[in-house]
């Protein structure tokens, strides 16, 4: 798989993605705390997904935009989500034990 962008760019996209999800934490006293976002491209589904983490806040996943029929909301939900949550909070665990 080649990659789409260079470093540089993804370095770019992810500093946007973070800015973008900070902006949509100034409606959480309203619509209510944001989870994840995604932003359909011709190439590419990118998901920013936020998490419950001071040292790792914020987690971008990119799906292949070709392959129609997948369920992206119940992979994010039911597969990475807990698997973050679970990964970081045993790293969390394991750090706070040392």
């Known amino acids: 798989m080649d990659p789409l962008l260079t ?3 993804s370095v ?3 500093i946007e993605s ?18 994840y976002s995604c932003t359909l491209y011709e190439k590419v589904k990118r998901a920013t997904i936020l998490l419950d983490n001071k040292d ?3 987690l971008m996943v990119s799906f292949d935009s ?3 029929g997948i369920d992206h909301d119940s992979i994010i939900m ?17 750090s706070h034990n040392r």
């Open 56 to 58: 790792h806040p914020i």
């Open 78 to 94: 039911n597969g990475i989500l807990p698997l973050a949550t679970f990964f970081l909070s045993s790293s969390e665990a394991i």
């Open 18 to 35: 973070v800015f973008r999800m900070s902006t949509r934490k100034d409606m959480r006293s309203k619509l209510g705390k944001p989870i």
């Open 7 to 9: 470093v540089d760019e």
């Open 66 to 68: 070709d392959i129609s």
């Open 12 to 14: 770019l996209s992810f």
